[in-house]
């Protein structure tokens, strides 16, 4: 472990940055934009994956694999598609390198490709393209489909896990026979996300629609989870898209319902990445590193000797294996960090950075006293106990973080979330107090851009089940019958 | 399910390709050279990862990931690995499309890289230029990562999960203080692949090393596991390579040493890919279909009713699920497929396809008698057993199928491994029963070179353990110690 952190009040942005290089997580790559995700890092992408595809079997859909590469033309056939995903993208031209005589590794200009291929940054061409293969009456429908895979939006400007030129995610592509049962998968891997974001990462998050500027390009509805980050910016933590009927035309997948009539097909996509990763980090983590929700930590206990002789180790040594067998049984990752090269308080540093969320220590008193040290990574809170039910203890303990930091968490975001009534009020809440602010618009994408353009807030949704009310966009006093919820944003 | 087969004596390549559609396992896609690997093809893949993962794990190993391109100038870095890998390989030149002005989406200059970049072929040399930093004494040491990733390598000819442009792969990349303690991973790393391959794929694999002409670009020793197939030709399952110093040469990765010296750090790789997939449908499956050893199979277990009425159909489900349910309990996947729009005959034939190990029916005989028919798809038997004890007769069935087909395919083998004591001899036995042909062979590349360019066959192996065994070289007669394992090869 090296030094301490900035603090977040200091310099947030500073804080993610060496929180992510001090916990372990990830690292800039030799490649512009492209990330390397540590083993600490992608622990925790691991175990969001079990979590995430257990509710995708579970509600019924099945894992494939599609490729890589798009043809250039695939991206042209949805127009709307086009122009949201093309302009910054990997570009396939050449399928050979060849040494040019004078030792130097060139690119084959014999082999050139006839029509490029792009490095998909989604694949709703690519899939729409072999649904057309798969569909034929309304007997091959619904198909309810995951992928897990890398894709590539190029990004010049990009920050570990929030923005990066490739990222890991998941992408659902479903097809049904009905704009209604689409529109049900939508909001039902909606909700498997949010469910997920709160039960499983302990970030609360609001469940709502984009607006139509902010829609994925080539959905009719965009419906997304928003969480609010530590110093007042929002993320959207999650997407799910009904697209219609757009990429069946775009790629002529039509089908015979159980009516004998012809019909295009109805689609969606949803989709989280690893940016949730980043989302986790910033939500709920301090000024001394990450804090993990025990549900998804990679070690949820640590066990630290403390001894002045061998002697003592030996006998810590036996009581900590016999605790880490007894945990294990009940499914507690733990680990027992007996390296006799550094320093308790240098190993409680490095689990405090890596936010394991509890800590046992063992001393010479404790072999005394049959008791233990035991800390909460989340609130710091120490307490000796008795080793006597301690497995149970520590079972109660991680439910008790795992619910206490979604409950911080959401205070959080009640706290800073207010309403405006006013445009002079909206930019004052903006500069000073960041959060999501509530405020009623007139539902035109002008204003929603002119907003944008001059504070840098966007609408991140118009929640669901939205209490109807009747105001004055604060804007431009035309009349709204409901709030929309604005901040800016990751 | 559509027409029946090719048999595999009539062409055992059609049979393979007609087997990987009909079975639902994989596609060709739209972009040359890529497949679409399709959900049920999918499941066997998660569940050869789920098992190799844990295997993995067991052996101290984390996953990670690094990035999916890697610059051009890498590769020249390694000298035998440029000329190995370099040569088909999809190479980005461009981070941008833009629209023509005349609605054509084409290539924007504008955004030409500085360096090109190549979609992975394999990793060494990204993952080794990022070790650099994480490794700088001895304690740093030893790094035990894998990675989970796609890999593209340029082909023209292809076929399904057997050789395509991208496929799914794992990548091991260790780093360690000794060439020792280097040489002892990959040899773990073989025998953890031998018995991946053994007894999860049911697989009988020859363990050994690969000529110098046969390694991989880069590496000191190339260990290999090589299986046969159906057909008489080897097909290599997995390797695991010895890579010396050569990558923390060419990445100048060096460690300070428990003693204080400096030295260049010790590497190991080692793969499989989707190809295990193609290797279990030839060593297995009949002209009826696929064969799954039931420790990989999707579904283990499908349960079809035989009805004549409703009455008898809703009796006959109230059976099923209880019993569904008991074999979930015992962590046996079954299906009940009760679809009403498809014949019995029709559903047995797509099980037998889709090689779904144990195939329960029951009819109204069954009602009246207690019993059920029980059917397994590797030898085709049936039987009608009374329902008391099902369970725990249809576990030990599971088992003794896995252990069948092993042996099965351990007996295949085992009588198509001839001796060859002659160059003539040699031939003949590659024309009339290929299979592995055993050897003596006086060393060198030259000869290894003439054999392969006059027969197709290549040495496969030299077996580990081999017993030595004074002979003379079936090409130039020169004296050799211990034969080495010829096959024509996929
Ligand atoms: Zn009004
Ligand atoms: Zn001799």
């Not at 590539?152 to 890991?168: C, I, N, Q």
């Not at 891997?189 to 609001?206: C, G, I, R, S, T």
């Amino acid at each position: 472990m090296s030094k301490g952190l900035t603090s977040r009040e200091e310099d947030y942005s500073q804080w993610y940055n060496e929180l992510v290089g001090k916990a372990d997580m990830a690292e800039h790559s030799a490649v512009r934009g492209c990330m390397v995700i540590k083993p600490y890092g992608y622990a925790i992408w691991e175990n969001m994956q079990a979590a995430l595809d257990k509710m995708f079997k579970d509600t019924g859909h099945s894992n494939a694999y599609f490729p890589l590469f798009i043809p250039k033309s695939f991206f042209s056939k949805e127009a709307s598609h086009v122009e949201g995903f093309a302009t910054e993208c990997a570009v396939v031209t050449h399928y050979r390198l060849k040494n040019d005589g004078n030792g130097n590794i060139i690119v084959d200009e014999d082999a050139k490709l006839e029509e490029e291929l792009i490095v998909r940054p989604t694949s709703e061409t690519i899939i729409w393209n072999t649904y057309k293969g798969w569909i034929q009456s309304y007997r091959d429908l619904p198909i309810l489909v995951n992928q897990w895979a890398n894709v590539v939006r190029w990004e010049m400007r990009t920050r570990l896990f929030l923005r990066t030129a490739e990222f890991l995610w998941q992408e659902g592509h479903t097809a049904h026979a009905s704009s209604q049962e689409a529109i049900e998968e939508t909001e039902r891997m909606l909700e498997v996300y949010a469910d997920f974001a709160e039960n499983w990462m302990a970030l609360p998050v609001v469940r709502g629609k984009k607006t139509a500027n902010e829609r994925f390009a080539g959905a009719l509805d965009t419906y997304c989870i928003e969480a609010l980050m530590q110093d007042g910016k929002a993320l959207q933590a999650g997407t799910s898209h009904f697209l219609g009927q757009n990429f069946a035309k775009a790629f002529d997948v039509k089908f015979t319902s159980k009516e004998g009539k012809l019909d295009y097909v109805w689609a969606t996509s949803w989709g989280v990445s690893t940016r949730l990763i980043g989302a986790l980090i910033m939500a709920h983590s301090d000024d001394s590193g990450l804090i993990l929700p025990p549900k998804l930590a990679p070690i949820q206990v640590v066990i630290v000797p403390i001894y002045r002789s061998d002697e003592e180790l030996d006998k810590i040594s036996a009581i900590a294996k016999e605790l880490a067998a007894e945990l294990k049984l009940k499914n507690i990752s733990v680990k027992y960090d007996d390296r006799d090269t550094l320093r308790p308080g240098f190993k409680f540093a490095e689990y405090e950075m890596k936010g394991v969320p509890v800590r046992l220590a063992i001393g010479g008193r404790d072999l005394e006293n049959g008791t233990i040290e035991i800390a909460r990574r989340d609130t710091k809170e120490k307490q000796t106990i008795s080793r006597d039910g301690l497995v149970l203890h520590i079972e109660e303990l991680l439910v008790d973080i795992q619910n206490s930091i979604f409950k911080k968490a959401l205070n959080f975001r009640e706290e800073n979330t207010r309403e405006a009534n006013s445009y002079e009020e909206f930019k004052e809440l903006l500069d000073t107090k960041a959060g999501f602010i509530s405020a009623h618009w007139d539902g035109t994408p002008e204003t929603e851009k002119q907003i944008k353009d001059e504070t840098k807030a966007t609408i991140r949704c118009i929640p669901l089940n939205n209490k109807l009310e009747n105001g004055h966009c604060i804007v431009t006093g035309n009349p709204s019958t409901q709030r929309v919820l604005f901040a800016r944003a990751y």
